[in-house]
């Protein structure tokens, strides 16, 4: 018992002066060397190193490893490895290993002098590398458990070379930045009559046309980089072919001239983009010759595309105050004659002037009908116009829901009784008032009732059911017979689904009219959609209430 409480005293000793030896410095070989050094000596270890990733290491993405740390150093046989090496291998579940002799992956590792038997010991450094530490000893129970206790004190070790490596990259990082502003200051000394201009394109050329130096503006808007600067770039490469004779005259004029009002052209980048910009530009002279040309350059692409998209949308409006005019002007002079049409067919259909044979009154009620399907469907037009131009207002005030439904009704009236249609209102609950566009509200209601009306041939019974559901007026119109196609039932459905946004393009009166419909419950704020089954079919919708709720009874119409 006391051999083995010993033993834990000599293990926690072992682990308390580890880490004290760690992060003592900064310094990567210095901070291996104080806590390997201890290691090797506690444990009788013959060798260990440290390996790091180049990315971590110098910041190279090469799939590289270096050798940072080998004690004894003279034992070390390569510097660098490939981290799909078996080391990284082993440890690629991030968990330590221990490799003797006897195991198969041995002889791979062995990157080191006289070693042909021990055993190894692989650490992972979270995913900077790893630690390898070699025995000379044969395998024996009780090796696992070093891998164990050196858990915890590993993984501190690897914290602190984290440290080490982000202080040099610091390190490194402050003398490229002190390498760029000394970069910086022999710029700005060499251009300190040009400060003004910046940030704009700045540039020299020789006589040549050769660019002798492009700022740094100049080359993200050119697209190029210094590389391309260096390797030779001539100014005729960015004047498209329509622009090259305009600029060799302005060449010659500012070398005549020595300097010459802002003009604009069009330049080419490297990757073919054609940008404007206004050149402004001076002659470069050298005692008293002429050496080249500086100047700036100023992009002004993105200002003339907005100017062009100002005079497109000028040109739109336009266009649509044209077609508003236009239909403004038909709805009256269509509407005129079809209501003198559909109303002295009325007066016929009356006998007001006498009476009418069989094959007479058919004509006349073919005239009458077929001006009202007209007038709806231009009425239905000049609807889906101004909703187009975003003209349809809403006007919302508060109506009688019951005595809305009944006008409706008494405007059908006549449909109702030639068709053999019989209307049922019934309300599930107490039904007052709503807060809406009255028109629109009727509208919604007359166009869903036509739709079945326009598809019905025979006698039909008609349900059209109110109810408040959650502050929310829900209307059905449901009917028990099998009037419309799997063609028209798709359609419908098409249209009022609420992904669909554009119609077909062949645009009939029902299509319309149930596009008219979608767009005056949306605008409510509401929700519309169609059910089909076996026999029978339902329109429905839902409207925000808004109520003042006043007792109604059950209505019928006929």
């Not at 508060?398 to 019989?422: G, M, Q, T």
């Amino acid at each position: 018992m006391n051999d083995h409480y010993q033993e834990i005293v000599k293990d926690i000793s072992l682990l308390y002066e580890l880490s004290l030896s760690i992060g003592t410095s900064l310094d990567l070989k210095e901070n291996c060397d104080a806590f390997l050094n201890k290691l090797l000596a506690r444990e009788n270890f013959a060798f260990a190193s440290v390996w790091i990733k180049n990315k971590y290491l110098t910041g190279e993405h090469n799939h590289k490893a270096t050798l940072v740390y080998a004690n004894p150093e003279y034992r070390a046989c390569e510097n660098t490895i490939d981290i799909s090496s078996p080391a990284f291998t082993l440890i690629k579940d991030k968990e330590p290993v221990m490799i003797s002799n006897e195991d198969d992956h041995f002889e791979m590792l062995i990157s080191e002098k006289d070693i042909n038997k021990g055993i190894y010991f692989i650490f992972p450094l979270g995913d900077i590398g790893f630690l390898k530490v070699y025995s000379a000893f044969e395998k024996k129970t009780g090796d696992d458990i070093i891998l164990s206790k050196l858990i915890n004190v590993v993984s501190k070790f690897t914290v602190s070379l984290e440290a080490c490596l982000y202080h040099e990259r610091s390190l490194r990082e402050l003398e490229e930045r002190k390498r760029i502003e000394n970069e910086l200051r022999i710029s700005e000394k060499r251009f300190k009559d040009m400060a003004e201009l910046l940030p704009e394109m700045i540039y020299e050329c020789d006589l040549r046309g050769d660019f002798t130096y492009i700022n740094k503006s100049g080359l993200q808007m050119l697209g190029f980089s210094k590389e391309d600067l260096q390797r030779g770039l001539n100014i005729s490469e960015l004047i498209p072919d329509s622009e090259k004779g305009k600029f060799r005259s302005r060449f010659t004029e500012l070398l005549a001239a020595k300097e010459l009002p802002s003009m604009e052209y069009e330049l080419l980048t490297k990757h073919g983009r054609m940008i404007s910009v206004i050149m402004s530009s001076t002659v470069m002279i050298k005692g008293r010759e002429v050496t080249g040309i500086r100047g700036i350059a100023l992009d002004i692409t993105e200002k003339k595309r907005m100017q062009d998209s100002l005079l497109d949308a000028k040109m739109i409006a336009v266009a649509n105050r044209a077609r508003n005019d236009f239909f403004a002007n038909m709805s009256h002079e269509l509407r005129t004659p079809l209501n003198s049409i559909i109303g002295f067919s009325n007066v016929l259909e009356d006998r007001t002037y006498g009476e009418l044979n069989d094959e007479q009154a058919r004509y006349v009620n073919y005239i009458h009908s077929s001006g009202q399907k007209l007038l709806e469907l231009i009425n239905d037009l000049l609807s889906l116009s101004m909703m187009e131009t975003q003209d349809i207002e809403i006007k919302p005030e508060y109506f009688d829901i019951i005595r809305a439904v009944v006008e409706v009704s008494e405007a059908l009236k006549p449909l109702l009784l030639r068709r053999n249609v019989h209307m049922e209102v019934i309300t599930h609950t107490e039904i007052g008032t709503i807060h809406a566009d009255r028109s629109k509200f009727k509208q919604i209601v007359y166009n869903l009732i036509n739709c079945i009306l326009n598809k019905s041939k025979e006698r039909l019974d008609m349900d059209l059911e109110l109810d408040m559901v959650s502050n929310m007026l829900k209307v059905s119109i449901k009917q028990k017979q099998n009037i419309f196609s799997s063609y028209d039932i798709e359609k419908i459905t098409g249209i009022l689904s609420e992904n669909n946004k554009s119609s077909s393009g062949e645009n009939d009166a029902l299509e319309l009219e149930m596009m008219l419909t979608k767009r005056f419950v949306e605008l409510h704020d509401g929700s519309i959609w169609f059910e089909s089954c076996g026999e029978g079919s339902c329109f429905s919708f839902i409207l925000p209430a808004d109520t003042k709720v006043e007792n109604e009874s059950q209505l019928i119409l006929v």
